[in-house]
């Protein structure tokens, strides 16, 4: 009896140091999800880098599309379809969507101009050979913000005719300046809602007619006839509209100087656009006005100025695409004019196609045509590399004779 009391008691004692050891237990793991608790609520509110220091992520990515900004073909192809792109990553004072991309490229082209019986200016020159170059540099970054997606794109460039130039009153091929760094384009953009978008800066102008001849071609070194579209890059603040396929534009354009081409001293104008973009199809009718100011670059012709036009795209499966492009109006001469073109691009292989187009001008005061034809064989091997032959030929009344053109051109991306 005494025996079985003694184990009794034993057994006791056991299970009460079991359940004192499991309490104990218990304790040490209720501390420790405590304390991680805290280090992770410590984390969460420290930032994602030290003070003064912020994360980035260095990646190849396809180039940011800017909200109402158009770009034509041949500015676009020159940088292809990639950027190198700075993604700044989320901390406790930056947002997660901020990145930078940059882009850029430097070509060159051995170009052969024939200015038949004529010499197009040049004095006792009946044709001419040259090598050209240039280097272009394209920054773009964008934020999102509270009140929506802020961003900003600058693009850099000069040109090059044998020599490295740094006064901007030289000029080199096509009165461009050759070796003088200069802003080809500064633009800003602020996307209030996801269809509306304001802008401004110095850009292509609203009134341009980005189809046919001039608006559709690659065109490195081609393009030079009188037959273009474009009014013209100038400054200007710009509100655009797009919901789905459909888009529309109003601009504030100012007309001041020859950076318009319609050179007025203090003047203003507007343009405005609705266009269309398709799979299958798109098109644009835009129109542009410079008001009258007052005697500047053109005293003897100070009124106003006028564009409207349209044009239309169609893409033929993988194979082929059509441009077509006209447009009317009055220039800063006072000279009526009407001009049509056309250019059809076939794709030859996955990496090369070909180009071809024609345009015409009619100008009524004076009397006189123009008339221009231009063809180009493109080879891509790589997205970074681009091997092409291109030619043009114009027929312009105002000049002496036809000119004819040929060049190899090579433009290399990074």
Request: charged share 20%; proline share 3%; with cysteine.
């Amino acid at each position: 009896m005494k025996t079985m009391k003694v184990a009794l008691l034993a057994t006791a004692a056991l299970a009460a140091v079991s359940v004192s050891a499991r309490a104990d237990d218990t304790a040490a793991i209720k501390a420790q999800l405590e304390a991680l608790t805290a280090r992770i609520a410590q984390l969460e509110a420290a930032p994602a880098a030290p003070v003064g220091y912020s994360l980035l992520a260095i990646s190849e990515a396809p180039a940011t599309v800017v909200p109402g900004l158009e770009v034509l073909n041949k500015d676009a192809v020159g940088y292809g379809d990639t950027v190198t792109r700075i993604g700044i990553l989320p901390s406790a004072d930056m947002p997660a969507s901020t990145t930078i991309d940059w882009s850029g490229y430097a070509r060159a082209a051995i170009v052969w101009v024939d200015y038949g019986s004529g010499d197009n200016g040049h004095t006792g020159v009946d044709d001419d050979l040259d090598v050209y170059a240039r280097g272009q540099i394209k920054v773009t970054g964008k934020t999102d913000t509270a009140v929506g997606e802020v961003g900003a794109t600058i693009e850099f460039r000069s040109n090059f005719d044998g020599e490295r130039l740094t006064d901007s009153s030289d000029t080199g091929p096509w009165g461009t300046y050759s070796g003088f760094v200069y802003v080809e384009q500064a633009w800003g953009w602020w996307a209030m809602t996801p269809e509306l978008t304001l802008g401004g800066g110095f850009a292509g102008s609203l009134g341009n007619i980005g189809y046919g001849y001039d608006g559709a071609c690659t065109c490195y070194y081609t393009d030079n006839a009188d037959v273009a579209l474009n009014p013209g890059d100038t400054s200007q603040m710009r509100l655009t509209w797009a919901s789905g396929p459909m888009s529309a534009a109003i601009a504030v354009e100012d007309a001041t100087g020859t950076g318009s081409y319609w050179g007025r001293s203090d003047a203003i104008g507007a343009a405005a656009e609705v266009k269309y973009s398709g799979d299958a199809f798109n098109g644009e009718i835009s129109a542009v006005w410079r008001g009258e100011g007052d005697s500047g670059t053109h005293v003897d012709n100070n009124d106003d100025s006028w564009r409207i036009g349209a044009g239309v795209g169609f893409a033929l499966g993988d194979m082929a695409s059509i441009s077509i492009g006209a447009q009317m109006g009055d220039d800063e001469d006072d000279q009526d004019f009407w001009a049509a073109s056309i250019l059809a691009s076939l794709n030859v292989s996955d990496s090369s196609h070909i180009e071809l187009g024609y345009g015409h001008k009619d100008y009524d005061n004076p009397d006189h045509q123009v008339d221009a034809f231009l063809a180009g064989f493109y080879y891509d091997p790589v997205d970074q590399l681009t091997i092409g032959l291109e030619a043009e030929y114009t027929d312009d009344e105002s000049l002496a004779d036809q000119i004819t053109q040929v060049g190899i051109v090579t433009i290399f991306r990074f």
